[in-house]
């Protein structure tokens, strides 16, 4: 399986790479940018469902990584990663700016709440979690 990355303890988690080629993760350009981030929490026993059909979906136009329990989706406007456990989902995104970030978290709620949609869920309570917003 050559181009594939190795990921340690990777017991029953397969890695994918699809989209757009296989990059580093790193978008050109963004080496030693301070970057904006936000993150959300879903409680929900299909977390693990959610983010591997957010992250196939997404991977018909854009490069994602992911495994059953961790997921990678660069968009053009930022990353977002997103992790799973028995009780539910949790959500980064990140940007180089504002409306980037905006973005960012409005395309992954936007398709979990529809893929969600039985549960009847409430918008997402992102919180910011980089340096700008801590600082007084």
């Known amino acids: ?35 904006l981030e936000s993150a959300a929490y879903l409680e929900t026993a299909s977390g693990s469902k959610y983010l591997v059909q957010l992250c196939k979906h997404f991977a018909h136009k854009i490069t994602v990584s992911y495994s059953e329990t961790h997921g990678e989706c660069q968009f053009s406007c930022g990353t977002s ?6 009780k539910g989902l949790h959500l980064v995104a990140t940007s180089e700016d504002e409306e980037g970030l905006a973005q960012t ?14 549960e009847e869920l409430q ?10 917003q801590n600082a007084t």
Do not use: C, Y
């Open 1 to 35: 399986m050559a181009g594939f990355p190795r990921r340690e303890n990777m017991s029953k988690d397969v890695m994918f790479l699809t989209g757009r080629g296989a990059g580093s993760g790193r978008r050109p350009g963004m080496k030693g940018k301070a970057m």
């Open 105 to 118: 978290q409005h395309v992954i709620e936007s398709h979990l709440l529809r893929f969600a949609f039985r």
């Open 81 to 86: 990663l997103l992790d799973a456990d028995e």
């Open 123 to 132: 918008p997402l309570d992102w919180r910011r979690q980089d340096a700008s």
